[in-house]
């Protein structure tokens, strides 16, 4: 018993880890990649891509580097952080740790849950920007029961990570078919089968889904939009900067003969 | 020895100040000197201004980089960690980081056109060969500082990129993996690498960088700019025994730099507030994942400003060995046959090109790489000595060298390009083609720079006033 237990668990963790390096190989010509909605000035869409982020993702992931007091950029307060978002009895101020043990995470999954403080960031590619990826990765979970946790993904091949919203999705399968182009020929998604419903209908997902991209995407770098507000301003001092030194200089020059 | 000067009482608070700096440290006399009263030639076009922003660039990179060591952590647990700390909790420090990693970028480019600049003008001939020098050595300088600051966000670019250049230290015969471990204090790259490439990045090579920059400026002025039309401006001289094609430097070149340093901001705070990333290209994606060393990424790629050197690194593999070969013993045979000297300085070239093909084929190829892209930034140092062109500036060449100068500066794009793809089958025979061209282009100049017939130069410059 000990030893099929053993030997389950490291097929197990075989399988994930073999998972991680085929999904990297894969994420560079697999399933393309959709177009994620921009929601980062959004303050509704992103409370509640905080929302879901907390309840479903910081059980396994943390995001060590963000501090739940940032999401008052968001337009929350400090008590309702402390009410709604602070599962255990920590500290505004406190970093996004994860609910379990990362070793016991490596443990059953083969492979730590990477921390999502940036993720978005380090997941754009060729094919689009990272909440593209996390917006396709998202949404294209499938019932697979020749995996270990009964769950693969389109654009994260043999995936380590079950779809922990599935609830909300409910269980999917991708139809295939064949398309060939250019002489070779390729398994192309034409449609997704519904095998049993979700509590929110494929639009709403989509949408929530959409919500927790942008939140991801504005935790990735919480300054981006201020960046931008800033940078205007910036360009313009430089701007009129520029054109005054131009006439200066023009005025200075006009003795060179 | 200036004479001790004593100045009238009833002068102002301020000329009294001065003079009493002047009697102690040579204030006015070096203002004059470096300002005021440094003549530059009055034609001096766009591509003038990198010297100066070369100068901004690196006054940005010394103030945002003391702001940025005062809550950078170089500890290998903490290093990753310090980088977003920086990004969030510190105030104003992505503007910092942003500035520091977008500066980097944006010191390769206005350095690659000052030395374009240098090339098309010849501003490296004669009597400028150790503003040249130095300007080599700060370029040089410049690459490793960049190498070293590149480990420090400690993400997964950051790790494998200094794996790799690392390792290829370890190709060096004998010496070679005793050197790398030196070089990492560690046999992969660690800890022990953070520590001493941040302390290399934050003050040995900037002190070694700052002293030549010093060395450069100052051989500059002893000898003046060169110009577009490469004539001495010193040869015509006024009555005053000032040169009549000179201007002061200030005010009129300082107003000119001014104006050039707002349109360089513009751009350079486009980048830094709107596409800090660009693209992937200043800051690459893969590093915002912590270094792991378990982990090798797919695809090893360094930050684009190296990569027309990795392309040489990489054309260099067995097969191209044996072209580098037959390049080596045609260029013997040919010094033999062409050219009338005594037996024994034929004997030394022909024993010493079969001494040197004995080592190529006794040597891996990943070591002659390695010489590859070392030999690509070191040739340049010889640039003074391979150009017999009669005329200094492009100007006045022969029309076919413009086309030679801009293939020269394709190719080093191509190559460039392909430094920044996987290896392919098709772009590495181009870029063996590229290397090929790249180091032809400048050993064979000394023959191909004398061919052809030049324009007539003018005895002064070319001036159209605004």
């Known amino acids: 018993m000990k030893t099929i237990g053993f030997s389950k668990k490291f097929v197990l963790a075989l399988v994930a880890a073999l998972g991680l390096t085929v999904g990297a190989q894969a994420s560079e010509g697999g399933h393309p990649w959709d177009k994620a909605p921009n929601r980062t000035n959004d303050m509704a869409a992103l409370q509640n891509g905080a929302k879901l982020f907390v309840n479903y993702c910081l059980n396994c992931h943390s995001a060590a580097f963000m501090r739940f007091n940032r999401l008052q950029d968001i337009g929350l307060t400090n008590q309702q952080i402390k009410d709604n978002l602070l599962v255990t009895n920590g500290k505004v101020g406190d970093t996004m740790k994860a609910a379990i043990d990362p070793k016991q995470a490596g443990e059953w999954f083969g492979a730590n849950p990477p921390d999502l403080s940036v993720i978005a960031r380090s997941r754009a590619g060729a094919q689009g920007s990272g909440a593209d990826y996390l917006y396709t990765y998202m949404r294209t979970f499938y019932r697979d029961e020749t995996k270990p946790t009964g769950w693969n993904n389109l654009a994260f091949p043999n995936i380590g990570m079950p779809h922990v919203l599935w609830e909300l999705q409910g269980d999917r399968r991708p139809v295939f078919e064949s398309v060939t182009e250019h002489g070779h020929t390729t398994q192309v998604v034409k449609k997704w089968e519904q095998l049993s419903p979700g509590t929110m209908s494929p639009e709403q997902y989509d949408q929530a889904v959409g919500d927790l991209v942008s939140y991801l995407q ?3 770098e919480p300054v981006q939009n201020a960046r931008v507000r800033i940078g205007v301003w910036v360009l313009i001092f430089l701007g009129i900067f520029t054109f005054l030194a131009w006439r200066l200089n023009a005025a200075y020059w006009k003795d060179v003969k | 020895m200036a004479e001790f000067h004593e100045i009238s009482p009833n002068a102002s608070a301020t000329e009294k100040l001065v003079n009493w700096v002047d009697n102690r440290f040579p204030m006015t006399k070096l203002f004059k000197e470096h300002m005021s009263e440094y003549y530059a030639p009055k034609n001096f076009n766009f591509w003038y201004i990198f010297g100066s922003l070369s100068l901004l660039v690196l006054v940005i990179q010394i103030v945002t980089g003391i702001f940025l060591t005062m809550n950078y952590k170089p500890d290998a647990a903490l290093a990753f960690g310090s980088v977003e700390y920086i990004m969030r909790d510190v105030p104003w420090g992505w503007l910092i980081r942003y500035m520091h990693s977008t500066g980097a970028s944006a010191f390769f480019i206005v350095v690659y056109l000052h030395m374009f600049r240098g090339l098309m003008y010849g501003s490296y001939r004669k009597p400028r060969e150790l503003i040249w020098i130095f300007g080599c050595a700060i370029f040089l300088a410049l690459m490793a500082e960049a190498f070293m600051g590149y480990l420090l966000p400690w ?41 001493r490439f941040f302390s290399f990045h934050v003050i040995a090579v900037p002190l070694v960088l700052l002293g ?58 486009a980048i830094v507030f709107f596409a800090p990333e660009l693209g992937g290209y200043f800051l690459e994606y893969n590093n915002f994942i912590p270094a792991d060393p378990l982990k090798t990424p797919l695809h090893i790629a360094p930050v684009w400003y190296f990569t027309p050197f990795y392309s040489m690194l990489r054309a260099v593999t067995s097969e191209m060995m044996y072209v580098l070969i037959a390049c080596v013993l045609l260029g013997a045979g040919l010094g033999v046959v062409k050219f009338k000297m005594p037996t024994i300085f034929k004997a030394a070239i022909v024993g010493f090109a079969v001494v040197v093909v004995a080592m190529m084929l006794a040597i891996d190829a990943k070591f002659w790489g390695v010489v590859a892209m070392g030999g690509g930034v070191v ?28 293939v020269f500066v394709l190719d080093f794009l191509v190559l460039g390009y392909l430094g920044m793809l ?31 017939e030049p324009k007539p130069v003018p005895s002064r410059v070319t001036f159209v006033a605004h």
């Open chain 1, 218 to 220: 504005w935790m990735g």
């Open chain 2, 422 to 452: 996987p290896p392919s089958a098709i772009g590495g025979r181009v870029s063996q083609l590229g290397t090929l061209f790249y180091f032809g282009f400048f050993l064979l100049m000394p023959w191909w720079s004398r061919l052809g």
């Open chain 2, 212 to 269: 030549l920059v010093v060395a450069h400026i100052i051989a500059l002025h002893e000898v003046g700019s060169n110009n577009p039309d490469g004539v001495e401006i010193k040869a015509t001289r006024g009555a005053d025994g000032r040169p009549l094609d000179g201007i002061p430097f200030h005010p009129y070149y300082s107003v000119h730099d001014v104006f050039g340093v707002g349109i360089f901001l513009f751009v350079f705070s």
């Open chain 2, 155 to 195: 993400g997964q670019m950051s790790y494998w990129g200094a794996q790799v250049i690392v390792n290829l230290f370890s190709a060096i015969p004998f010496i070679g993996p005793d050197l790398a471990l030196l070089i990492r204090g560690d046999y992969v790259v660690g800890d022990a690498t953070l520590n």
């Open chain 2, 379 to 406: 040739i340049l140092f010889f640039l003074p000595w391979l150009d017999f062109s009669p005329v200094k500036s492009i100007r006045y060449r022969p029309s076919w060298h413009k086309y030679l100068y801009a």
